[in-house]
Each structure stands twice: as structure tokens, then as C-alpha cells.
């Protein structure tokens, strides 16, 4: 640089200050924006800034919208003289009578009487706004205009059900009917919710709660709740909204009944954001009695899972939250230090290792011997739970009033009935393992014995402390036998396949009841649809959708390093963990009769659809006649044609037969009767295990 290059300049002096003036107006800016935010005195709608970005939008619009009432109310108006003039309802009648010869000479009379009343109208019209103008000004004829104008706004103003008025709303409607709640009725009709004629009531005004805005309606008289939870996705796709944003739930209880609904519409997908950190990080212990917190629904509301007296099955594809959920549940139980845990993991990665350290039986892998050890340590279970139940038995009725474990009875050493959790990852590894084992005269399978253990487990352990969690990757029929299905209490859906597995994981019907883990995102790792165990939750819902909280492995780690601490200060720390595998001598013989024939083979597999049609029967295939034909096509979501063809070819042809009606006048429907239905699986059964024999 030459010195040519340095330009003079005034003094410097030491911190100068440069007045930022677009900074203090921001500033100024911010406060206000923070004191309207939080000002109690601001109503709460209009705090938002989508409400107020929505009100200038309905201002700037409202001269535009006048105008386009009053056009709509002049070509009403035309076209109301028009058929006065004309007069069409006269015509009308005498033609529909074949009169209209007869009656030709009068309507004309008629018509040229009314088009000289509306000359005479218009002339005394016109005269008397000439008047007017010449005593009071231009004034008068500006009144004149305005009147005029509110008339034809009002009369071409939108109404519903106006052929050719119909309100046509682009984008999302979902701040439209917090304004105007006729929008919400017409999604509703749109929706086949509700019929033409039939409109809500509503209970309350919407109102913003949380991140969207809610509003309960009253069905009209006849509509059930339970359908509008069905149908949720049409009113969604009505309100052209995501269905993850809606969520509608009935009102139960006190204030409560069959047609009221509670409606809640997010502004943005509520699965989505940062992971949910689990509050179990925060607390030292955790007591097993409690409920875990498992997680947050839409509406941001923990969610917590009760695990004692129940048991959970949690299913999904892979990559989906699954074990990380079931470490959730899990970690509640790490965390008290009187709970005994048996954790097998099938996968044998590094999921569970950090469990090592605190479980009272551990096995991780998929080999033969890691599968015989969970079926050893599964028969010294049920052993242990037959002895429970002797040994409360003879406990007096102030410790134990009921056949059944207490928070008291779990914790004293002296008792040994601790809270025994069995935790399966992968636990298909475990029931489709082919290896064959004779088990008390009988052959089976290793996988079939184990499912056994764990149905008797399931059933009869709940009352005795023991808490099953099972979580798979395949939830099939064939994978968890349904006598094992049917016992589990609470259950969790992340995203699978199809509504079948859904069906599988949350039970018969689910999907038909609007409860369906195949329609989740999979970008929404971790949220799966929960239906607790009616029994111990005491929900008022069936189910409900659930993001879990974010446990990742560091934090795992530190849950079970607790859990180890915990359990050194109380002395609890036995068996696998304390370096002590000895398995308990268990007398075989007492084990098969407990979960008695308990060996059987299973039942074979049934083609499609008779396997559908089946399992969405349920037990309703002994307790039903005849089913209608279009309700399994509408329940198994099949192609008429193609289902009656291939039922047909199983063996079961349609009849018609008379049901009642929704009116309750008989109809008669095309259908199947549940006796061939029965049949052909029978035939199917013996053919197959013929089959079977010979090969
Ligand atoms: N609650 C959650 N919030 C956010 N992300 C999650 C949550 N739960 C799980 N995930 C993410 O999903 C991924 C898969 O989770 P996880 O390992 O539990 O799946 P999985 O279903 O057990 O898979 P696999 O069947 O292969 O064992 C995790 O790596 C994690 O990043």
C-alpha cells in the first residue's frame, strides 16, 4: 500500500457509539410483540399469529366479497322477475296438468298485466329518485344506492344448499370454520357424516388449545361418535387437512355421550420436531406400580403406561422405534430397585447389553442354546408363578386381601414376590424356532412350548407380579398364535405393513374402528398408535396415538447404570447380573400340567381370504349365522369380484338370506353362512395335515 492510498480521517475516540437505529426499532418491535404475546388482556385469538394473519386476510378481502354479493343479488333479483313476469308457477302447474291450451289466453293476460306493473314500478322509480335528487341532493340518491346494495348483498349473499351459491374455499379450511362454522357442517355432509338435511350443533365456539384449534359438536340425533372416529380420514380429506393433524375423540362421561365429538385441529403435523426427551432421565427411582411415561399424544399430553397387572406387545416393520420403545417400558422397571428382570434378546446386537447389568436373567442371540435357555428360564417362571400363588395362599388377609400381589407383598425380601418382568426383543426368534421337542408325551416344537409358557405367563402371572413385554418385527398370525394375542393386555402399533398386522398387534377390527398403524408416517419414527389394557388404564379412549419420548443408547446406559446402583444400596442384585446363571431345579411334569395340553401343534395355515375372513370374525364365527357379503368386502377392503370367486373356489358359495335393515325392516342380502365358512376350514385343516403326513 502506498501512502497515497491512506485517507485523513477525524479523530477516533475509545468506545464510540453508532446509534443503530433498526436495532432499537427491532427491539421495540420485539417487546411489543412479547407484551401482546403474553398480555392477558389481548383475548387469546388473536395472540396467534396465524388468527391475526387470518383477520387482515378477511378484512383485505371483505369489499371484494361484498361486491361479489351484491352481482350474485341482482342476477337473484332478475331472475326472480324474470319468472314473476313470466309467470313460470302458473305456466308450470297448467302444463304439468296438460291445461296449458285451456289456460293460454289467461296466463297472457297475466304477463302483459305484470309487465305493465313493472313499467309503472319503474317509471314511479324513477320519478321519485328524480325528485328526491332535485329537493335533497345527490345525497339521496347515494342512500338510495347504499340500501339498495345491502339488500342485494343479503339476498346474494352465500347460503348453503343455494344450487350455484355453494361455498367453494380453496386450501385448508381450517381457521375458515373457526369463523364460520357452516364450513365444519358442510365437511361433515361432504364427509357422509352427516345427511343433506342434517346439521351440528355446536357445544362450544373453537377455541385455540395448544398448537391448533378445537371445537366439540353435537351429532345430530342417531349419529354415533364412534363413526366420525371411523371415518376420520373423510373429514380430514373434507377439511383438507392432513389426517395427522386431526384428531377426533369422543367425549365420554359426565358432559359426555354417544354423538358428542371433540374435534382438534393441529396447525402442523404434531409428530413432528425434535425428539421427546424422557422424563425418567430426571428422577432418581421410579416405583414399577406407577405408570411409565411412555410418550406424548398430538395434543402434547404425557402419556403413561401402566405395565403392572398387564402386559404389553409392541409390533412394527423394522427401523421404527420398536426396541427403543419397549426400552421405555422397560427403563421404569430398571428404575425400581425391588424389580426382577428377565431380558431376552433375539436380535443379539447391542440393544440390550446395557441391561446386563441389572437383569436377573439375561439371553442375547438366536442360536439353539440361547432358545433352550429362554424356554429353561421361562419353565422356571411358570414354576415360580404356581408357587406365588401357593404361597399367597397362605398369607393372612391384611397382607394379602385378594389372590393377588400388593405394592407391600412385592417388596419385602422375606416374601420373595418381587415385581418379575419378562422382556422378549425379537421374540419371533424364540416361537417360529422348528426344533422338535417331545414335552409330556407329546411332540411340538420348541417355538409352539415356548408360546405356550408365555400364554400361560400372560394369563395366569399378571396377578402374581409377573409383567410380560414382548415386542416383534413380524407381527403375523403365524408368528404370535392367537391364544398367545389374545391374552396380552396392552398393546403398541408402530407402523407395519398392512391393516392386518395392524389388526394383529391392536386386535380384531381395529382398523374398522379408525385405528390403523399401516397409515402412520414412516417418517414418524417412534409414534405408534397405544391401546392400553382397558382393565388397568381406565382410559375413556380405545386407543390412542402416541409419540414416545427418545431414549437413545447413552441414555439407556446411564438408566441401567441407576438401576444397578439402586439395586446394590437395597441388596437386590441377584442372579445374572450378581454373576449367579444357577437355574432353579424345576420339576417338568408340574409345568406341562400347569399350562395344561398346552403342546398343541398349530393350527394350520388357511389360504387367503378365508384366513382374513376368519380372524375378522373372531369368535363371531361361532356365534354368527349368515355374514353379508358386503361387509366382508367393506371389512377386508377386497375386490368383490375376485373375493366371491376365490371363496367360491374354497368351498363357500353365497346365499341370499333376509337381515335387518338400518331400519330395522328386513333385507335381503347376498352372503355367506358361517357353517360353510366353518367347513372349509376344517376340510382345509385335515386336507393340509394329510397332506402334511404323506410327505
Ligand atoms: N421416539 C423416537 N423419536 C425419534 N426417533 C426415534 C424414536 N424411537 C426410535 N427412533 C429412531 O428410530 C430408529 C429405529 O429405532 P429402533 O432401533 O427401536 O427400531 P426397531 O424397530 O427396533 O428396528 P429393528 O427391528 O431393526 O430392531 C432409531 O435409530 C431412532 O433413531
Redesign the pocket.
Known sequence: MSPRDVVPTGPVYDAELVEDVPAIAGRRRGRFMNWWRRSRRVPEAFRSRQAARDAVAWLLRSPFRVMGAVGRGLVVGLRAWRRWVRVTDYREAAENAEKLADKFVEIRALTLFRWKVTGAALMVASVGLLVADLVYGAAALWITGGVAAVVLAVAGRRKDGSPGRKAVLAGPRTLTWTMDPQVLVDAFRDAKLIGKDESLRLVERASRVGDGWSITVDLPATRKADDVIKHRDALASALAVDEVQLIVERVRGRGGHAGRVFLWVADEDPYAGP??RTPLLDVECWDAWRPVPF?RDARNRRIDLPLVWTSLLVG?????????????ATAGLILDPYTQLYVFDG?G?K?WDAAEQVAYRFVCGDEVEHIEAVRDHLIELVAEVQSRYARMATLDDETCPESKITPGISRDSNLGMPITAVII??VQVFLENPTRQEVGGKKTTLGAYIAELLAYLVRKGPAAGIVVIL?T?RPDSNTIPSRLRAVLGSRFA?RVMDWRDSNIVLGEQMNTRGYDASTLLPSH???GILRPDGETAGADVLAVTV??????NPEWREICARGRALRETAGTLTGHAAGDDTTTAVDPSAVVKAIGSGTEEDSPDLPEPLASVVEYLGDDLGNREFVPTAELVEALDVEPGAFAQQMGELGCRPTRQYVPGDDGTPRRVRGYVTADIRTAVDDFGSTDLTDGGSS
Open positions: 425428539p421427546l410418550g412394527a416393520i423394522p427401523r421404527q422405534g420398536k426396541t427403543f420403545a419397549t426400552r421405555l436380535k446386537g440393544d426383543d425379537e415386542a418385527q408402530l419414527k417412534g409414534v409419540r414416545t419420548f427418545y431414549m437413545p
